[in-house]
Structure formats: structure tokens, C-alpha cells
């Protein structure tokens, strides 16, 4: 099982070795201060260890078949009648 990493921000405190969203933290960045006196959280990064298995698989290049619409020749219909307010 081959790791890679990836990067994660989040306002959530972790050391290294804990889990963020499911995944191992390798390291840890602080990317906003913590102000408590203003009680503001802080932004951290973390770097984590992605399994191949946790990787989603690319985005198919070409859409598929239902999510297109139809232009109203291949729908059969050759004229497009629009109703006026009732």
C-alpha cells in the first residue's frame, strides 16, 4: 500500500500523529495565530498521509449520457411554442 501526502487547512487544533478528516497529520503549519483575547481560532495546515485506496477516482473526460440536454431536434420536436400570460 503506497502512501502519499496532501495538504489540509483547518481551524482545528491537531498534533502530529492525530487524525484530521479521517487521515494521519505528518506535519503541522500554523497559518493564523490563535487570538484568544479576541477569541479567534487559529488556521492550521497539515500535511497528511493519503492511502491510494482514499484517493478518488478522476473525473471521467467526457460526460456521461444523462447529464446533457437535448437540443429539440434530437428530441423530436421542431417547433418550440411559447404561451403568453394567461
Known amino acids: 500500500m503506497t ?3 496532501e495538504t489540509i487547512r483547518s481551524r482545528s487544533n ?3 500523529g492525530q487524525e484530521v478528516e ?4 505528518l506535519e503541522k ?3 493564523i495565530q490563535p487570538d484568544p483575547a479576541n477569541k479567534r481560532l487559529g488556521v492550521y495546515e497539515y500535511v497528511v498521509a493519503v492511502s491510494r485506496q482514499d484517493k478518488k477516482p478522476p473525473a471521467a473526460s467526457h ?3 444523462g447529464s446533457t440536454r ?4 434530437e428530441r423530436g420536436v421542431g ?8
Request: no cysteine; aromatic share 0%; proline share 7%.
Open 3 to 5: 502512501e502519499t501526502t
Open 14 to 16: 491537531r498534533e502530529v
Open 22 to 25: 479521517g487521515k494521519t497529520i
Open 29 to 31: 503549519k500554523i497559518v
Open 63 to 65: 460526460p456521461s449520457a
Open 70 to 73: 437535448l437540443t429539440p431536434e
Open 79 to 86: 417547433l418550440i411554442r411559447r404561451l403568453g400570460t394567461r
